[in-house]
């Protein structure tokens, strides 16, 4: 993390945010659906590891707060940093590697959600189960769209 320059960050924390506030279709319990997970897939790949915990964790968590989804925030930067840490490990790597990074990320991220919603007296294993194919859907269209994004960039970036 120490090469990513603080502007970045801050940029990517903020991209993660208004993204996934952007547009939410609510799901069968308490949570909802987004596009957040392209910019967290997105920001691991171009941050790194670390950035893509920050952005994707405190970007993700603050979309939470600030929808009033305050009580899934500490699941959130949970379940979002691990997707953006995993993409992440994926920067500047090739081959297999570079492709299941990102995959094992967006899926992690079901898993936590999965496993804490289990647990939230509001939600319950009733409603984890259905939010379960909703929120794959979620990581799917995450790592498709957040994995064509990088491509592009990386096609007319000149950095």
């Not at 609510?26 to 997970?37: C, E, N």
């Amino acid at each position: 993390m120490k090469n990513i320059k603080w502007y970045k960050l801050v940029g990517f924390t903020v991209i993660v945010t208004v993204v996934t506030m952007f547009v939410r279709l609510p799901l069968p319990s308490t949570g909802y659906f987004t596009f957040g997970d392209v910019a967290v897939v997105f920001a691991g790949l171009i941050l790194g590891k670390g950035g893509g915990l920050i952005a994707g964790g405190i970007g993700s968590a603050a979309a939470d707060i600030l929808l009033g989804y305050a009580v899934f925030s500490p699941l959130t930067v949970l379940a979002k940093g691990a997707e953006g840490i995993l993409s992440g490990f994926a920067k500047g790597k090739t081959g297999i590697i570079y492709w299941v990074l990102p995959a094992l990320g967006t899926l992690s991220m079901v898993a936590i959600y999965f496993g804490g919603e289990c647990l939230m007296p509001q939600v319950k294993f009733a409603g984890a189960i259905a939010e379960l194919i909703p929120n794959l859907i979620q990581a799917a269209g995450g790592y498709i769209g957040g994995k064509l994004l990088f491509e592009i960039y990386n096609r007319i970036s000149t950095e």
